[in-house]
């Protein structure tokens, strides 16, 4: 049988949450029924119930519209202040809705019945205000509760998901860089050019241990500036280029580096997706260009993929989406068009 959550419930575009309201306001009316039986004529409690039904459907509604989605790129006061003046606007918008349709009902009601429609007002104001106000404001508050505790555990739900998504992508970012071919290649490179071109042999360790220490500096942070990240990934294609010397060709735009943020390793992590799988050659170089375009920077290369293609889980690539998904509320662009792999990453503020 199908587990019922909170999050179901609430969800109107399913015929069950709509059952669910109308079993619920049955309930109520039974409970009605038995507490003022002598008191309370059948067709009010029915009528009792209606209302009640009409005013569950309302405020799910205006619910669902103002505590939606928070944008997961916020501070903690400022996530806060959001809820509670969403609270306010809830309301205050859903006393308003209760008061039109109560008065609906009642003049409604004395139509039906015949009744003088001048003093359907009058007699709300006298003998039914204090009651209606009461009830309102109880199940306002009842309501609103649920739904700040839905809007809280929301915010906990993606706090916790961005955590695991960062052990996983330290772990990767670590793994892709310690792993024993990029170690072989360069500590083989280091060797060769240690008696031929010490100058260049110790560039190489530098740009290594640099490679290194920003990861293990930056690798659990949310962004880091947009000119850090560029820098890393120059001295990262240096190690390449090295060994590769004419091979591979990175070009980059520097020119709205001053104005954003990114993901930390974001930009290497592409870089190496590309060279990983492309073929490059000096007849036929691998070319990457980096470039703005808008609120996002491009990473663009080149198809020239290898004839035997190494095996590729993509999770580096999958787990940057959903970092950049998680923490902006953007998507991570993919295009590839026969000629081009194209990468768009969202700028961060």
Known sequence: MRKITLESFLDQRKPLSHILYLLITLVVITF?????????????????GLLGLIQLEIFIFVARLIFKELNPNITGRAFTRIVLSRFFLFVIICFIVALVIILVFEYTATLIRGGDMSLVLDNFIDYEFSTWIKSTIGGLSFGAIIFIVIQWQDALKREQKLREENLVFQNETLKSQVNPHFLFNSLNTVSSLIHTHPDKAEQFINNLSSVYRYILENGQKDKVPIQSELDLLNRYFEL???????????SIDYSDADDYRILPVSLQILLENAIKHNSATRENPLNVSVFFEGDYIVVKNNLQKKASQLKSTGIGLKNLAERIRLISGKELVVEQDGRFFIVKIPLLK
């Open 240 to 250: 390449h280029r090295v060994r590769d010397e004419e091979k591979i060709v990175l």
């Open 32 to 48: 009605v029924a038995l507490k003022n039986r002598d008191t309370m004529p059948f067709p009010n409690i029915l009528s009792f």
